[in-house]
């Protein structure tokens, strides 16, 4: 029987409603790092307690930035990328407390791009610079060195990107021709790039979680409206099917999972949001 999923409001929220974050778990929290606030990029790090204690700040970044992606290698939590006012190269670290410290660049400057860990390396794809989407797939063990490892078939900006054992997904997104529903997938051991399948319409800035064995695709924008719609992507086959709704239309959230949940936190539409979304699979008999 097709798995259920389970999807609610967390009572608390972001002190700023905030979009285009970059989220962590550091076992007893969830971190959410930097993204755009009314006031503009920030640096700041938002502390997410799991035991339901309310949402505290943290650590702040070097520099402020958002469209990053994020990933955790060796101990330490990695901002990669992004942007302010322009697209930059760097990485950072997140600190618990203090202020983070700039450890590494990107090949290029790249912004709109997504991350995912396999075994020891984090594998850095899709996103861009100027408009144009760099479909060059990168590996690094410390975001120091960086290699190559594939180019996607179809280069995008602001594609959801989730790993599946030694595979990483990357799920419509904005192409030079306009906005697609491609399903890519990276065969890291194999250093190749394909595509495996499509979504039933174009799909951008969305976040993608793996939640039970299934990649579930949340929010994001459609023909350039937001969209509330929840969709799960068996890996195996690459079908799609529709799984529930978000309680609002939700572009550009941070994701992260802890303990077999999803969390979207912020996002926005024709605003921007400082809520926590909660996923989780519910068992069936």
Do not use: C
């Not at 990695?78 to 618990?96: E, K």
């Amino acid at each position: 029987m097709a798995t259920t999923f389970s999807i609610v409001l967390d009572p608390r929220h972001l002190p700023l409603a905030t979009t285009r974050a970059v989220a962590f778990a550091n076992g007893v929290a969830i971190l959410v790092v930097g993204g755009l606030t009314g006031v503009g990029t920030t640096a700041t790090t938002e502390r997410i307690p799991l035991d339901g204690s309310p949402v505290a700040s943290g650590g702040r970044l070097l520099h402020p930035v958002h469209d990053a992606a994020g990933a955790s290698l060796g101990g330490s939590r990695l901002v990669i990328g992004g942007g302010a006012t322009t697209q930059d190269s760097w990485v950072q670290t997140v600190p618990a407390s203090g202020t983070g410290a700039l450890v590494g660049s990107l090949p290029a400057p790249r912004a709109d791009l997504g991350a995912a860990i396999v075994g020891s390396e984090a594998i850095i794809v899709g996103g861009g610079a100027g408009g144009r989407a760099d479909g060059r797939v990168l590996a690094t063990r410390d975001g120091v060195h960086f290699r190559l490892i594939a180019t996607l078939p179809i280069p995008v900006r602001y594609g959801a990107v989730v790993a599946v054992g030694d595979r990483v997904f990357v799920i419509g997104g904005a192409a030079a021709t306009g906005d697609t529903n491609a399903i890519q997938v990276v065969d890291v051991a194999g250093g190749s790039a394909r595509v495996v399948g499509h979504l039933g319409t174009t799909l951008t800035e969305a976040t993608a979680l793996l939640i039970d064995g299934a990649i579930v695709v949340a929010g994001g924008r459609s023909r350039g409206q937001a969209v509330d719609r929840v969709v799960a992507i068996d890996p195996k086959t690459a079908r799609s099917r529709l799984v529930g709704r978000l309680p609002r239309a939700l572009a550009d959230a941070a994701g992260v999972v802890v303990d077999g949940s999803g969390y979207l936190i912020g996002g926005e539409a024709n605003r921007f949001f400082g809520s926590i979304v909660v996923i989780t699979a519910v068992a069936t008999t």
